[in-house]
Nanobody, 117 residues
Framework: VQLVESGGGLVQPGGSLRLSCAASGFTFSSYAMNWYRQAPGKEREWVSTITGGSGGGTTVYADSVKGRFTISRDNAKNTVYLQMNSLKPEDTAVYYC?????????WGKGTLVTVSS
């Protein structure tokens, strides 16, 4: 199993970024995918989930990002995305892609997002 995030960087408050997570080693379309983040000095927190399977595509968001972030997936590319708009300094964090199967959490190495003027 491999999860590789990309798309992080430095952005000004109010700006946008799109994160990508390329997955391999499992049947991507069958499983929910998650985004988490960890800000400096804080615990890792859940950001968003998109379901998988035949009825997949249902999305859920943390209250802190609802209305600003959009999760999506492209099963043909085995990739999950996180579109982040109206970014705030408090969104600064390392963002991680996550997949949970059989009680095991699989993580990417993360991509750093810095929101600063």
């Amino acid at each position: 199993v491999q999860l590789v995030e990309s798309g992080g960087g430095l952005v000004q408050p109010g700006g946008s970024l799109r994160l990508s997570c390329a997955a391999s080693g499992f049947t991507f379309s069958s499983y929910a995918m998650n985004w988490y983040r960890q800000a400096p000095g804080k615990e890792r927190e859940w950001v968003s989930t998109i379901t998988g399977g035949s009825g997949g595509g249902t999305t859920v968001y943390a209250d802190s990002v609802k209305g600003r972030f959009t999760i999506s997936r492209d099963n043909a590319k085995n990739t999950v995305y996180l579109q982040m708009n109206s970014l705030k300094p408090e969104d600064t964090a390392v963002y991680y892609c996550n997949n949970r199967r059989g009680g095991i959490n699989y993580w990417g190495k993360g991509t750093l997002v810095t929101v600063s003027s």
